[in-house]
């Protein structure tokens, strides 16, 4: 799935809700040719995300896993850049 669009001839992409974005060049992505569209995991992701940060809060605990992914899929992205 195309996470981020990152230029002309680059694009983020990510396999799986729990794979690491990786960043590529747009003349190796395939089309989609499936009579359905998968099952986009983003949006549900980031809700998901956003509600443990809210909790984290109210509790004033801090998720260091949460803060680790969230650095991790910026160092791709940057590595892209």
Known sequence: MVV????PVNVMLQRSPHSRPFCTHIDKVKPYLGDELPKNWLTSEQEHREQREKDAEL???TNDALVQQQQSA???VRKCE
């Open 4 to 7: 981020k669009v990152l230029g």
């Open 59 to 61: 509790t004033g605990e």
């Open 74 to 76: 910026e160092q791709a």
